[in-house]
């Protein structure tokens, strides 16, 4: 898929060593067809790394797509270079009055805070209420999706005893006539990464919301409103191959309590290379998503959006 992003971002040298078709500027404005726009609003601390897992996954489908990378102007990230922020990322008062075929919003680690304690949360709340009338679609991931989930609909999140941590198999609940789990199978695998949760029967007495699939052992996993607009995902499936390692590894040079991720290296040990279960099926939710929800369904001019 032709995935349109400057020419010097550090997510292009990568992507191109993958054998992933990435399209330069050039080439790009001399296509006469009108590309989605996707804005990218990037919470977490990891700005490249993240950056590039995302558009990985964008990348898997026949759509141009015009990606444009948001950071929170309201907080300074410590982990990214100033000049990569001001080269390659805007902020929501950049786009304020632009209109997006979608949005996604990723987690970020600031589960263990209230809400109303993280120090963009104002500003995050303006842009999912911007979101509403100015996007046709949006995939919250992880803490994005606990975020939206509160502020839309009033669902907390709950500390979880032990951190949920590793890859688990999920269940898909609603699969008849719903286009996001189109050539799903039964079941499938997804990371999680994360110290809270939201409970089953919480989402599921909210009207506005179904739960498309779930885990024994890492809960909810898909919720979708029921106009397929807002889509919540609470793992990571974009995860790389070796991110939970690299998380696992932090953890124990801190010298904190963290035990291997589950049915993630073979027989749980982590000396061994871990096995990579869920990529397939993480390429396959964003191109349905890319798809059936933006694609299909958007206007042709985005001035004729209407909000929900």
Not at 120 to 142: G, H
Request: charged share 25%; proline share 6%.
């Amino acid at each position: 898929m032709p995935i349109r992003i400057a020419d010097d971002l550090p997510a292009r040298g990568i992507l191109e060593r993958e054998n992933i078709f990435v399209m330069g500027e050039d080439r790009a404005l001399r296509q006469d067809i009108r590309p989605l726009r996707i804005a990218l609003l990037n919470l977490m601390p990891t700005k490249i790394v993240t950056e590039t897992q995302y558009l990985r996954l964008l990348s898997n489908s026949p759509l141009q797509i015009d990606v444009t990378l948001l950071h929170t102007r309201t907080h300074t990230s410590a982990h990214v270079a100033g000049e990569h922020l001001t080269q390659f990322y805007s902020t929501f008062a950049d786009v304020r009055a632009e209109r997006f075929d979608g949005l996604i919003i990723t987690g970020a680690p600031v589960e263990m805070m209230e809400f109303e304690e993280v120090d963009y949360w104002e500003e995050l709340a303006e842009i999912l209420l911007w979101s509403r009338r100015n996007v046709f679609s949006t995939m919250f991931v992880c803490w994005g999706a606990q975020a939206a989930l509160y502020y839309f609909y009033g669902i907390k999140k709950h500390v979880l005893p032990e951190k949920m941590f590793g890859v688990f198999a999920h269940r898909i609940l609603h699969k008849a006539n719903n286009r996001f789990l189109r050539g799903f199978d039964d079941l499938f695998h997804v990371p999680h990464s994360r110290h809270t949760g939201i409970r089953f029967e919480e989402v599921a007495a909210c009207p506005e919301l179904e739960i498309l699939a779930c885990s024994e052992d890492a809960g909810v996993c898909l919720i979708t409103g029921r106009d397929g607009r807002q889509l919540f995902i609470t793992g990571h499936p974009e995860y790389d191959p070796l991110t939970l390692k690299t998380e696992y590894d932090r953890d124990v040079a801190r010298g904190l309590p963290i035990a291997p991720p589950k049915n993630y290296f073979p027989a749980d040990d982590p000396t061994r290379p871990p096995l990579v279960t869920w990529r397939s099926h993480a390429h396959l939710l964003m191109t349905n998503w890319l798809n059936y929800y933006v694609y299909q369904d958007t206007p042709f001019d985005l001035s004729d959006l209407a909000p929900f």
